[in-house]
């Protein structure tokens, strides 16, 4: 039990497995076993997937440390996709929840997807006071070029 416990800790187990299981599962209780599906939805699920993966794996070889702050990075990486928001990773997890709710047209997905949307505000913040810990003025200086979320907006 207690290693379920800690599986389900994960983020990410909880983004790309746990909820698309709950929400196929709501969506097939509610409409009496039926599933629409919206296909074109796939690709906000495979590019919020992908964008997760790849680049927490480029992350994890330019900064070193884990994929979250649990191992945190040996260096600030501000190239490659971080060079367009600062936050990628979570962005990943916030496109495949999008991906939920039009694949699916679920309001468990959109409550999901709003919900989340707050708590990874809540985290990245945290998570910058870390950094600027750690990091000092070279992140303060990283966090006045590049968009928290969104190049060129937020």
Same mark, same amino acid.
Do not use: M
């Given at each position: 039990m207690r290693d379920f416990q800690r599986w389900l800790k994960s983020t990410s187990k909880r983004t790309f497995i746990v909820y698309p299981i709950a929400v196929?599962?709501?969506?097939?209780?509610?409409?009496?076993g039926y599933l629409d599906v919206r296909p074109w939805g796939a690709v906000f699920l495979l590019w919020g997937y992908l964008q997760y993966r790849l680049i927490g794996r480029y992350r994890v070889r330019r900064g070193g440390g884990g994929p979250g702050l649990e191992v945190p990075p040996d260096r600030i990486v501000a190239d490659g996709p971080y #060079?367009?928001?600062r936050n990628p990773m979570y962005l990943g997890h916030l496109i495949f929840m999008l991906g939920l709710f039009v694949t699916f047209s679920s309001w468990?997905?959109?409550a999901l997807l709003v919900f989340h949307m707050a708590w990874f505000h809540s985290r990245v913040l945290k998570d910058e006071a870390s950094l600027e810990r750690r990091f000092g003025d070279a992140y303060r200086s990283?966090?006045?070029?590049?968009? #928290?979320?969104i190049p060129g907006l937020l």
């Open positions: 196929i599962l709501f969506q097939l209780a509610i409409n009496r #060079r367009y928001t468990l997905a959109a990283y966090k006045k070029r590049v968009k #928290r979320w």
